[in-house]
């Protein structure tokens, strides 16, 4: 029986580390509750900022606080105790247990927290004046939900804002109250406007980068310089991914280690498989074969549009849903966006100087053309005929006068 080769060893390792990575993966996802998953409505981007300011009475080993962006509004319940959420007409909305969480159904918020714009239909019988009918949503104590009193809802600007467009505004203070059993809570915070930044610095970052970049696929990919641009442009491709899965990571961060791994295959799917695409890409460019131009190109190109462009609203707003200041998370798309195009525009270049260099490729009119490749046939040497190779003394080699030269 043949023993397998090292290259079959090395498939089956992988196979056997990605089945590893697959099964871990979906016990992540699996064990996730609604309140630890990252929500696919979360904009890109906002410029009202809501924060969380006091919880009063404060209450040991309760917590909360503003998440994705200002989307949503977070509650820890590790009290022991359960603590209920109001809703917009006083009645019970939410139930924070110690062994998970209950919406009620009968209330109004249920169904208008479900999406960002609050514009579900309310079903029938809904009525926050009825008893409360709880049904269960969550196993852990801890809910994330939409809560249209911690964020502006018109799309219009406030009259303050549109009459100053180019200064921070507190738009107002809210409160959301809480209930620990008989004892009333209240949280709250404020909302502010701060006016966006200026795109043009951002954008001219990532468009000249990407010309810099660019620019090295004119050197010979075949001479010493070309090689070791080579190895340049497999380099970036591995910081272009990793700035791309930086940010996909960085969307999902507040919602923990679970969250962050849900998001990279929900809301940030494009920005993780092309952040993956780019690190392969520039791990087979480093192999020096032919095609890793032709993978730069296209990892390149999908790394600018799909994670740069698609996310280029960081560029426009004063708040970003990343877990640190904006300024970051506008440096790495405009690295994506410098990296991304300068590989595309470099490996296209390279591609057209191979083509060139070897003849392959479309012909203008004025192009030069290949040479044609003659071929010939020998043909078999005649017998020497006896009587021309004596002669017939007329010093014609055999022929007389009168006879045409014949070409063998």
């Given at each position: 029986m043949t023993r397998p080769g090292p290259g079959c060893r090395r498939l089956g390792g992988l196979a056997r580390a990605g089945i590893a990575l697959a099964v871990g993966l979906v016990g992540v996802f699996g064990s996730a509750t609604p309140a630890a998953a990252h929500a696919a409505d979360t904009p890109d981007g906002t410029d009202y900022r809501a924060e969380v300011t006091s919880v009063t009475p404060a209450l040991p080993g309760l917590r909360v606080r503003v998440v994705e962006g200002g989307a949503r509004l977070e509650l820890e319940n590790r009290t022991g105790r359960t603590v209920e959420v109001l809703g917009y007409a006083g009645e019970p909305y939410l139930e924070i247990r110690p062994d998970g969480v209950y919406e009620n159904t009968a209330s109004p918020a249920t169904y208008l927290n479900r999406t960002l714009a609050g514009d579900t239909p309310l079903p029938a019988g809904t009525d926050p004046t009825r008893p409360p009918s709880w049904r269960r949503v969550g196993?852990?104590?801890v809910v994330r939900w939409h809560d249209q009193r911690s964020r502006w809802l018109e799309e219009s600007p406030p009259p303050q804002v549109t009459a100053a467009p180019d200064r921070p505004h507190r738009v107002r203070d809210w409160v959301v109250p809480l209930r620990d059993g008989l004892h009333p809570i209240e949280v709250r915070g404020t909302l502010d406007w701060l006016p966006p930044p200026d795109p043009l610095p951002w954008w001219s970052m990532g468009l000249l980068g990407a010309l810099a970049i660019g620019a090295l696929g004119v050197l010979p990919r075949n001479s010493r310089p070309g090689r070791r641009i080579t190895v340049a442009l497999a380099?970036?491709?591995?910081?272009?991914g990793?700035?791309?899965?930086?940010?996909?990571l960085a969307r999902g961060a507040d919602a923990g280690f679970g969250g962050m791994l849900l998001g990279l295959v929900t809301g940030q799917l494009w920005p993780t498989l092309t952040g993956a695409g780019a690190l392969a890409a520039g791990a087979y460019a480093l192999t020096r074969r032919p095609s890793g131009d032709f993978a730069l190109a296209l990892a390149g190109t999908c790394l600018a549009l799909f994670t740069g462009v698609t996310n280029a609203a960081v560029f426009v707003r004063s708040v970003v849903p990343v877990p640190w200041p904006a300024v970051w998370a506008r440096v790495l798309i405009a690295t994506v966006i410098a990296v991304g195009g300068g590989l595309a525009v470099a490996g296209i270049l390279r591609l057209r100087a191979t083509g060139r260099s070897s003849g392959v490729g479309p012909a203008g009119p004025g192009a030069p053309r290949r040479p044609t490749r003659r071929w010939s046939v020998a043909l078999p040497a005649e017998e020497p005929d006896p009587t021309a190779a004596a002669?017939?003394?007329?010093?014609?080699?055999?022929?007389?006068?009168?006879?045409p030269a014949v070409s063998g």
């Open positions: 196993t852990e104590p380099v970036l491709a591995v910081v272009g990793v700035a791309a899965l930086g940010f996909a002669g017939n003394g007329n010093g014609n080699g055999g022929r007389y006068a009168d006879e």
